[in-house]
């Protein structure tokens, strides 16, 4: 069954610590995104990657990290230094960057 | 800065009405665009891709156009059913120079009265 695998779906964290979100898709896509979506405000781009050990920073990468050591994989870290991060979380795929774009369920993270 | 705008922003109609949901966008040059769907809580669900050389695309009871020279798209919803109540997105990806990745509207709030 192929798709975007998002976890956890709810994570909680206390005030100075770093959380780290997964994604894993078995798609075979190249390109991989995370955004953020808020109550009343579009998704925004925090980091993107469209081919192993290679990513980019979106328009809001500030207090947050990636990686991209497989293809399948591109997990989020939120660090201490993002102020507000209480927030949903998503992961997307595409074949390439120019492709249809495929969302995972989301993590939404709460600051406890 | 690229922005895309969907209006209503809330929309409520009886079931069994044809419905049309607007998007516009402020930058012609485009790759694609691409409409969603998102429930409560969950993430998004892909309609339908357009891409800039097209005019339309079909599926189902739903039916995307793009006009890329007036900067708008809409989402056509056929005999509209309890079922379609959700959030609809539209998301732009242009071409021009910055970073990769859609732009995205603030969505448009659907329900569908029984």
């Known amino acids: 069954d192929g798709g975007i695998t998002q976890s956890p779906k709810y994570l909680f964290r206390k005030e100075g610590q770093n959380v780290t979100l997964s994604c894993e898709q078995n798609?075979?896509?190249?390109?991989m995104y995370w955004y953020r979506q808020d109550p009343g405000q579009g998704l925004r781009l925090i980091y993107y990657?469209?081919?192993?050990?290679?990513?980019q920073k979106g328009d809001i990468a500030e207090g947050y990290s990636v990686s991209r050591e497989k293809k399948e994989s591109f997990p989020l870290t939120v660090t201490s230094a993002q102020k507000n991060p209480t927030a949903f979380y998503l992961c997307?795929?595409?074949?390439?960057?120019?492709?249809?774009?495929?969302f995972g369920q989301g993590t939404r993270l709460t600051v406890v | 800065k690229q922005e895309v705008t969907q209006i209503p922003a809330a929309l409520s109609v009886p079931e069994g009405e044809n419905l049309v949901l607007n998007c516009s966008f402020t930058?012609?040059?485009?790759?694609?665009l691409q409409w969603f769907r998102q429930d409560p809580g969950k993430g998004l669900t892909s309609l339908l891709l357009?891409?800039?050389?097209?005019r339309e695309q079909t599926s189902g009871r739903l039916n995307a156009s793009l006009d890329k020279s007036s900067g708008r798209s809409t989402l056509y919803i056929a005999a509209s059913q309890p079922g379609d109540s959700a959030t609809y997105l539209c998301?732009?990806?242009?071409?021009?120079?910055?970073?990769?990745?859609?732009?995205f509207g603030k969505g448009t709030h659907l329900i569908i009265q029984p």
């Open positions: 997307a795929s595409s074949i390439m960057s120019q492709g249809e774009a495929f």
């Open positions: 798609l075979n896509h190249d390109a």
């Open positions: 990657s469209q081919i192993v050990n290679d990513f």
């Open positions: 930058d012609s040059a485009i790759y694609n």
């Open positions: 357009i891409q800039s050389s097209q």
């Open positions: 998301a732009v990806l242009y071409s021009g120079g910055g970073a990769d990745g859609l732009t």
